[in-house]
């Protein structure tokens, strides 16, 4: 019986620290911007392609 409680107590803390860190992410801003990433991946990096040149000896692949 005595493991229940400490299971429970464990349980309480770990839930605990998971609504304090939903809190603190949703307070910073964490979640604020969610549709940018989903488009990001559509847009090319333009510091990618730079380093891709220097790389290739700047000859387009």
């Known amino acids: 019986m005595g493991m229940i409680y400490i299971m429970l107590i464990v349980s309480l803390i770990v839930a605990l620290f ?12 964490q979640f604020d911007d969610d549709y940018t990433p989903s488009v990001r991946i559509l847009f090319e990096d333009e510091i990618n392609q730079e380093s891709n040149q220097k790389t290739n000896g700047g000859t387009e692949v």
């Open 18 to 29: 998971f609504l304090i860190s939903f809190f603190w992410a949703t307070k910073t801003g």
